[in-house]
């Protein structure tokens, strides 16, 4: 275990909650800034495995521990003070279930990012150990948390009535970047977990059945594809498309939604007007002829891009996280829809691996 000597700058802030961090690797570094930034909380453990990441650290306040095996927080140090009240997980994904289960059962609260873990029966045992110690189980599904996707689901509910899209027809999904690649999981696993929620999320339902292809393996990297296309099928006739690459020279996080009366577009990487609204669609009414013939219509209308307040998503994330166990609320992204988003995962590897790309079918209790 280290100091936090030379890796840590003087905390001023009044703190209530003891939070530890483990992995700042890759995405570590931001959870680090927005635990400091809570009013509530203090950074008093972070771990990585690997010494020379405790250098990117440099404003987590002046009373952290920073140690290469985790274990140490999860016990009562005379020396380093007592272990923290939650836990961040940001570790690889393959690693989840182990360190999440062991966090679980010293009975402290744990945001672990997504995946939840890489297979769904750990998904649903780590979500019963939570149950059972009467702590927290959160998972990273952090596009819940902002303000584009939340208003797009207001539209699709028609809570926001001025802009009715209609009877869902197609939905599609695109998150394309120049990395980051893994080594543990393909860009299936890593990129369209978050798609696959989202879906879900926007349409109210699971899907039936999915089917996937995937392509573009780097030599020496069996079963780590870059690129892939998953296509999701819901009940309804509605059928979604997620395409993801780790490859691509450019960042994409897109999502269209298209309705008969009008299509909504959201866009992450967008500076300022994230969602567009597009006055367009197609529908079939019977013709004059025969009831039995039917003739589409296509509507061509205006175009309107509201105006949405953002928050950072990551900062409303963590404080729905310190919100659900300070006042034992059920996070939007609980354990459960953790292990759907896993069950989907599995199936569109057995479409890939098993079936050339044809459809898996899905069963829900």
């Not at 272990?83 to 961040?88: G, H, I, S």
């Not at 939570?130 to 599904?141: N, P, S």
């Not at 926007?202 to 393996?217: D, E, F, Y």
């Not at 870059?226 to 897109?254: A, Q």
Request: one cysteine or more; a neutral charge; charged letters at 25%.
């Amino acid at each position: 275990m280290l100091s936090a000597g030379n890796h840590k700058m003087a905390d001023t802030k009044l703190k209530t909650y003891n939070i530890g961090i483990i992995g700042i690797g890759y995405w570590g570094p931001n959870w680090v800034r927005v635990v400091n930034e809570h009013p509530k909380c203090r950074i008093t453990w972070i771990s990585d495995i690997l010494e020379s990441n405790f250098d990117k650290i440099t404003s987590a306040g002046s009373d952290v521990t920073f140690t290469t095996d985790y274990h140490d927080m999860l016990k009562d140090h005379p020396k380093n003070g007592k272990r923290p009240d939650a836990v961040v997980i940001a570790t690889p994904a393959s690693t989840h279930y182990n360190i999440a289960k062991e966090v679980l059962e010293a009975g402290i609260h744990v945001l672990v990012e997504k995946p939840l873990a890489i297979d769904t029966a750990h998904c649903k045992e780590l979500t019963a150990i939570a149950k059972a110690k009467g702590v927290t189980l959160m998972v990273g599904h952090t596009f819940l948390y902002n303000a584009g996707i939340s208003y797009a689901k207001n539209v699709m509910d028609g809570k926001i009535g001025t802009h009715n899209l209609g009877k869902i027809q197609d939905i599609q999904a695109e998150r394309m970047s120049l990395g980051p690649i893994r080594n543990d999981v393909n860009a299936i696993w890593d990129f369209a977990s978050h798609d696959i929620y989202i879906l879900n999320h926007l349409i109210g339902q699971k899907p039936v059945s999915v089917s996937c292809q995937a392509g573009h393996i780097p030599e020496g990297r069996k079963n780590l594809e870059t690129v892939g296309v998953i296509h999701l099928f819901y009940p309804n006739n509605v059928m979604g498309r997620i395409t993801v690459s780790s490859i691509w020279p450019e960042k994409v996080r897109r999502v269209m939604i298209v309705g008969d009366k009008a299509a909504l577009h959201f866009d992450d990487v967008a500076a300022d007007k994230k969602v567009t609204i597009y006055q367009k669609g197609v529908n079939y009414n019977p013709t004059t002829q025969s009831h039995a013939q039917h003739q589409a219509m296509v509507t061509d209308g205006d175009i309107f891009m509201p105006k949405i307040a953002y928050n950072e998503p990551l900062k409303e994330e963590f404080n729905h996280f310190i919100d659900c166990f300070e006042n034992k609320k059920t996070p939007i992204s609980d354990g459960e829809q953790g292990h759907d988003v896993v069950k989907i995962l599995h199936a569109a590897t057995k479409s890939l691996r098993e079936r050339d790309g044809g459809k898996v079918p899905l069963e829900w209790r």
